[in-house]
């Protein structure tokens, strides 16, 4: 069974950092795309970065030049760092990851749980 586990979120001021890490256990033969999404209420999922194995990282472009997607392929752990961060930014914050599991014999999308991240002064 595959897990994934956020942490990393909490309140901060504008202007402010947050990390994000997300770390993905279990039967995984192969990841081949790690990435973050987010969502507020009253709207759907969205993009926030993604990191393909092989491929380049994409950002939102509400994001980009204030948050930075990381990986450590030897740990299956995808990181967000977020700078700069702005009111906007307050959201559920999930971790994703496209992988083959080997327990079940599927390539297909998993989530994390969710991490709350405001952004309030």
């Known amino acids: 069974q595959v897990q994934l586990v956020e942490s990393g979120g909490g309140l901060v001021q504008p202007g402010g950092s947050l990390r994000l890490s997300c770390a993905a256990s279990g039967s995984i033969g192969m990841i081949y795309n790690m990435g973050w999404y987010r969502q507020d209420p009253g709207n759907g999922r969205e993009l926030v970065a993604t990191m393909p194995t092989f491929g380049s990282t994409d950002y939102a472009d509400s994001v980009r030049g204030r948050f930075t997607i990381s990986r450590d392929n030897a740990k299956n752990t995808v990181y967000l760092q977020m700078n700069s961060l702005k009111p906007e930014d307050t959201a559920v914050y999930y971790c994703?990851?496209?992988?083959?599991?080997?327990?079940?014999?599927?390539?297909?999308?998993?989530w994390g749980q969710g991490t709350q991240v405001t952004v309030s002064s």
């Open positions: 994703n990851a496209d992988l083959y599991s080997t327990d079940v014999r599927y390539r297909g999308l998993y």
